[in-house]
């Protein structure tokens, strides 16, 4: 309690007086008080108690980095599931997780009686959670428009999609890079990081991805272009990012 007291006297949320025995005691101040009034007014909105499961369950994953898995019961006991004096029901917790993996931020990890009762975040999901403010649904919009904007970058004619092959010859699926370079890019445009970093590691991509789009790659200029997005990825992007997006292309 002394050390809620504390983090509340931090925030100018509540001040104190000691009274005789040296006992605490805590009154609201204006930020306590708007505070207060934001949660009652979000305690009974349906779109905002979906937005507080969502977000606690990436935070609850972020939490077991590197991990990140989830047990939806112990989720449900914490104090995450819990929105001023009032508990998520399982049916609100349910529907958080189902759209964390329908929106492949989450993979199933585990099941019973046809409900997902453990889960573990992908790549996206710990991008998710590396953000300083948590949140999934602006998260997904944001990585759904970036997405769109990605599949056109040189105008040219070359295209990737799975109707295109190339041949391999530097060691990597050139497939596999592309979804990478797709990921990484996703991932800058939603990372907390300044906009010169948001260009560095887009203008790096750019020039991974014209390489890769030529009829016949040349091994060492991809190579070369792999490891120039590397060296901009770990200067400008949190390391959790970073573990993420390369690890899921094997790159790590």
């Known amino acids: 309690m002394h050390t809620l007291v504390e983090y509340l006297k931090d925030k100018v949320a509540v001040g104190t007086t000691h009274t005789m025995g040296d006992q605490t005691s805590c009154y609201l ?3 306590g008080v708007a505070e207060a ?24 994953g972020m939490d077991d980095f590197p991990d990140c898995v989830v047990t939806v019961r112990d989720f449900a006991l914490s104090p995450g599931a819990v929105i001023l004096y009032t508990v998520l029901t399982p049916q ?8 964390l993996v329908e929106q492949k931020l989450a993979t199933t990890l585990a099941m019973a009686e046809s409900k ?5 975040l992908t790549p996206q999901g710990t991008i ?5 403010t948590i949140d999934v649904r602006k998260f997904v919009i944001d990585q759904q428009a970036g997405i769109k904007n990605q599949f056109n970058v040189f105008g040219n004619g070359n295209q990737f999609g799975d109707g295109n092959t190339q041949n391999n ?11 990478f370079a797709r990921e990484l890019l996703a991932a800058a445009n939603t990372a907390d990081i300044t906009d010169t970093a948001r260009t560095r590691v887009t203008e790096s991509v750019a020039v991974l991805e014209g390489e890769l ?3 016949s790659p ?10 120039r997005v590397r060296e901009v990825a770990w200067e400008t992007l949190p390391a959790a990012i970073i573990q993420a997006v390369f690890t899921a292309a094997g790159l790590m």
């Open 116 to 120: 997902i009762v453990a889960i573990k």
């Open 128 to 132: 998710c959670g590396s953000a300083d």
């Open 169 to 179: 010859t530097f060691g990597y699926d050139p497939n596999q890079l592309t979804q």
């Open 37 to 60: 009034e934001r949660l009652m007014r979000i305690r009974d909105v349906r779109l905002e108690r979906f937005d507080i499961a969502a977000n606690g369950l990436i935070s609850a």
């Open 218 to 227: 040349d091994p060492g200029r991809v190579r070369h272009a792999l490891e």
């Open 29 to 31: 101040l204006p930020a």
């Open 92 to 99: 609100e917790i349910d529907k958080a997780v189902s759209y």
């Open 213 to 215: 789009a030529e009829n």
